[in-house]
């Protein structure tokens, strides 16, 4: 099955700065990769998504790119706020394909601290 | 307003007993979904369901079942044969077209004493 790493596992940025998360996943026929946001005490939302036919995408401060060749993608939030504060979680999933089910792996999260 | 209800929010339970993790939509859509959240390991697919009288087992289903009697109710139950139950657990929904995007509940914590 999938396999999905992320890292770090925490990330303490200064308001401002931009902040860099990692992943990679094992199985080359994975063709849809989300990221998460999880608040404290609730349940993660989706920030931003990608799919294999493009490499990279981006909506005001958040970007991913995506490297199939090496089978990683990676989020970026430039001009980071107290409020991007919160956990982070890549996923990785087959869609549209014969067993895919839409199943979501998701990576370990990333602990985010936005610092004044 | 549309969305998924988890109740309860938080569980206490002693060991041995078995107990049911309520999930209810009204988003209309055919898919949902349970996650398992631990410290350190992300979320867990423990069972998901694709529709309506049907569910598989995901990667961590043993101790736990489902049913899938109707769209919007999606319950869990975690039996005592659960060895480690206290986790954060999340249902999701997912609309079953073209988007890829899941919708999550608010959580459930359950804390075996």
């Known amino acids: 099955g999938e396999n999905v790493e992320q890292h770090p596992s925490t990330l303490s940025v200064q308001e401002g700065d931009s902040a860099v998360i990692k992943c990679t996943y094992s199985d080359s026929a994975s063709n849809y990769f989300p990221w998460y946001k999880q608040e404290l005490g609730k349940g993660p939302q989706l920030i931003i998504d990608?799919?294999?036919?493009?490499g990279e995408k981006k909506d005001q401060r958040i970007a991913v790119t995506l490297n199939k060749t090496a089978k990683h993608f990676s989020l970026h939030i430039t001009e980071t706020q107290p409020e991007d504060s919160a956990v982070y979680f890549c996923?990785?999933?087959?869609?549209?394909?014969?067993?895919?089910?839409?199943?979501?792996?998701f990576g370990t999260g990333t602990q985010l601290k936005v610092e004044l | 307003d549309g969305g998924i209800t988890q109740s309860p929010k938080y569980l206490f339970r002693k060991e041995g007993q078995n107990v049911t993790l309520s999930c209810e939509q009204n988003?209309?859509?055919?898919?949902m979904y349970w996650y398992r959240q631990d410290p350190g390991q992300g979320l867990r697919l423990i069972y998901y369901s694709q529709i309506v009288n049907d569910f598989q087992k995901g990667d961590i289903a043993e101790g736990y079942s489902v049913s899938r009697e109707k769209k919007e109710s999606f319950p869990l139950t975690v039996t005592s044969a659960q060895k480690n139950p206290t986790a954060f657990y999340l249902c999701?929904?997912?609309?079953?077209?073209?988007?890829?995007?899941?919708?999550f509940g608010e959580g459930s914590r359950l804390t075996v004493l």
């Open positions: 988003l209309n859509h055919d898919a």
């Open positions: 999701a929904t997912h609309q079953g077209s073209n988007t890829g995007e899941l919708f």
């Open positions: 990608i799919r294999s036919n493009v």
């Open positions: 996923a990785a999933s087959k869609q549209g394909l014969t067993g895919g089910g839409n199943k979501l792996t």
